[in-house]
C-alpha cells in the first residue's frame, strides 16, 4: 500500500473517529434546552452524556476483538451504521427515555468504530516515525475533538434546533460508509478460533451502568442509604465477576497479561484519569457558565473555543515533543496543566468575566490536553503486536472514556450535595450553585494530579528518544 493510499484511508478513518469523539460532547451546551424540550429531570439530564460514555466505554473491548476476529473494515462499517443510525433516532426522539436509549446505542456505534479504525491505522502504518505520526495526529484529533463539539453544538443549537446536533452525522456518516470499502484496506487475524467473551462485555458495561446509577442517585435517596448501599454493592460484585471471568475465559476479552507492559498500564490509567479530569470539567464548566452566568448555549461555545485553539495550536509541539523525549515526560506535563487549570477555576466569584477569571485557566487545560491525548496515544499502542492491535486500542479508548462517564457522575453528584448542603443554610441559588461547581473542579482538578505520579512510575522515556519500547508478547491463538 502507497504512503498516498495509506493517508488517503487515515482521512477517513479519522473522519469516523472525529465524528465520535465530538458526539461526547457536542449535547453539552445543550442541555438546558434539551431538558426543558423533553421535560427532563434535573438528576436524569446527566444520562444523556452518560448514557453515550458508558456504552462506548463498555463495548469497547469487544468491538476490538470483533474487528480483529471477523475483519476491521467490515466492523467499522457496522458500527459507522449503528452510530448513523442511532443519530437520526435521537434528533427525532420526543421524549427523554427514547433520547437515551438513543444515545446508548450512539455509543455502542462508536464502541464498534473507535478500536476498528483505530487498529486500522496501526497496520497501515509501519512502526517508526510514520507510525508515531499518524498516532500523534490521531491522538490530536481526540484532543480537539471535545471542545469542536462544544463550539459545534452552541452554534446549531443556536441556529437551527437541537436535534441538528445529531442530524449533523448522518450525512457525514452516510459518506465514510460509502468512501470505506474503496480506500480503507480489510485485516484480520488469521488463524484464530472465532471466540466472544460476551459475558465479559455484559458484565463490566452493567457494573459500569449501575455505578453510576448509584453515583446519581444518592444524593437524593442519601448515601446511607439501604438503596445505595446494594447499588454500590451489586456494581463491584459485576466489576469482580468479570475479572474473575477474563482470568479463567479461554478467549478473554481483556487478557489480564498485557498489562505486563508497564508503559501500556501507564498509559490506559493516564487515561482514564484524563477522562475523568477532562470531560468532567466541561460538563460542570458548562452548566457553570449556562446557569451561574447565564451564558447561551452559543457563547458557551464559544468560550471553549479558547481551550480548542490552544490544543490543536500545540499539537505539532506535543508530537515532536514525544519523539524526542518520550511520551512519560510530556504526559506528566500534560496532566499537570489539565490539574493545574481546572484548579485555577475554582476561584471564579459567582459574577465571574470571562476574559478575567475564566480564559487563562482554558487556555492552560486546552495545552494540557495537547501534552495529554497525544503522548497517551503513543505510549499506549507502540511495541503492540499485530494480533493486539484492535485490543490495545479497545483499552486504551475504554479507559478515556469509561473514565469520562465516571467522571461525570461522580463531579455531578458532588455538585448536588455541595448545592444541597449550602441551600439548606439559606445561602441564594447563584452562590449555592457556584459552591457546588467549585467542589466539583477541586474533585476534577485533583484527578488529573494523581495522573502524573503514576505516569512517572509506569510511563518512562525509553533508551533512546523515537525509540519504541519493547513489544508486548502476542497472545497465542485460542
Not at 443549537?157 to 480506500?183: C, D, H, K, M, S
Not at 457563547?299 to 508530537?319: D, E, F, I, M, P
Not at 475564566?358 to 491525548?373: D, E, I, K, M, S
Not at 479497545?394 to 479507559?399: F, K, Y
Request: charged share 10%; glycine share 12%.
Amino acid at each position: 500500500m502507497t504512503t498516498v493510499h495509506r493517508w488517503r484511508a487515515f482521512a477517513v478513518l479519522a473522519v469516523a473517529f472525529f465524528m465520535t469523539i465530538v458526539d461526547l460532547t457536542i449535547v453539552n451546551v445543550a442541555l438546558p434546552t434539551i431538558g426543558n424540550a423533553l421535560h427532563f429531570s434535573e438528576s436524569n439530564l446527566q444520562w444523556v452524556v452518560t448514557a453515550y460514555g458508558l456504552t462506548f466505554g463498555g463495548f469497547l473491548l469487544l468491538g476490538g476483538r470483533a474487528a480483529d476476529l471477523l475483519g476491521r473494515r467490515r466492523i467499522l462499517m457496522v458500527g459507522l451504521g449503528v452510530f448513523t443510525v442511532a443519530s437520526l433516532g435521537a434528533a427525532l426522539a420526543s421524549t427523554s427515555g427514547f433520547l437515551i436509549a438513543m444515545r446508548g446505542l450512539q455509543g455502542l456505534g462508536a464502541a464498534i468504530v473507535v478500536p476498528a479504525a483505530l487498529s486500522i491505522v496501526m497496520n497501515m502504518f509501519p512502526e517508526g516515525v510514520e507510525r508515531n505520526k499518524a498516532l500523534g495526529l490521531w491522538g490530536a484529533i481526540g484532543a480537539v475533538g471535545g471542545s469542536v463539539g462544544l463550539l459545534a453544538g452552541g452554534l446549531l443549537t443556536r441556529f437551527a434546533g437541537w436535534e441538528y446536533i445529531f442530524y449533523l452525522n448522518v450525512p457525514v456518516g452516510a459518506a465514510a460508509l460509502a468512501l470505506a470499502p474503496r480506500v480503507v484496506p480489510e485485516s484480520r487475524l488469521e488463524g484464530v478460533r472465532r471466540r466472544f467473551d460476551a459475558l465479559g462485555g455484559l458484565t463490566v458495561t452493567a457494573g459500569l451502568v449501575v455505578l453510576v446509577y448509584a453515583l446519581s442517585k444518592a444524593p437524593e435517596v442519601g448515601w446511607s442509604a439501604a438503596s445505595t448501599v446494594a447499588l454500590f454493592a451489586a456494581a463491584a460484585a459485576l466489576v469482580i465477576a468479570f475479572l474473575v471471568i477474563e482470568a479463567r475465559a479461554e478467549a478473554p476479552l481483556m487478557p489480564l497479561r498485557i498489562f505486563r507492559s508497564r508503559a501500556l498500564a501507564g498509559a490506559n490509567i493516564a487515561g482514564l484519569l484524563m477522562g475523568g479530569s477532562f470531560f468532567a470539567f466541561i460538563f460542570v464548566g458548562t452548566l457553570y457558565m449556562q446557569q451561574v452566568l447565564g451564558y447561551s448555549a452559543l457563547q458557551t461555545g464559544t468560550a471553549w473555543l479558547v481551550a480548542s485553539l490552544t490544543s490543536v495550536a500545540l499539537a505539532g509541539l506535543s508530537q515532536t515533543l514525544v519523539t524526542r523525549i518520550g511520551a512519560g515526560p510530556v504526559l506528566i506535563m500534560g496532566m499537570g496543566m489539565i490539574g493545574g487549570g481546572v484548579l485555577w477555576t475554582t476561584q471564579a466569584p459567582v459574577h465571574a468575566s470571562f476574559w478575567l477569571d475564566l480564559a487563562a485557566p482554558y487556555v492552560v487545560v486546552g495545552a494540557g490536553t495537547a501534552f495529554g491525548f497525544i503522548p497517551i496515544s503513543i505510549a499506549g499502542l507502540q511495541g503492540v503486536a499485530e494480533r493486539e492491535a484492535g485490543l490495545a486500542s479497545g483499552l486504551l479508548n475504554t479507559a478515556q472514556q469509561l473514565g469520562g462517564a465516571i467522571g461525570v457522575a461522580i463531579a455531578s453528584t458532588v455538585a448536588a450535595t455541595r448545592v444541597k448542603t449550602l441551600t439548606a443554610e439559606g445561602k441564594s441559588a447563584n452562590v449555592a450553585l457556584t459552591g457546588g461547581f467549585h467542589w466539583a473542579f477541586w474533585v476534577c482538578g485533583l484527578v488529573a494530579l494523581v495522573a502524573v505520579p503514576t505516569t512517572a512510575v509506569l510511563v518512562r522515556r525509553p533508551d533512546r528518544a523515537g525509540q519504541a519500547p519493547a513489544v508486548v508478547p502476542a497472545l497465542e491463538p485460542a
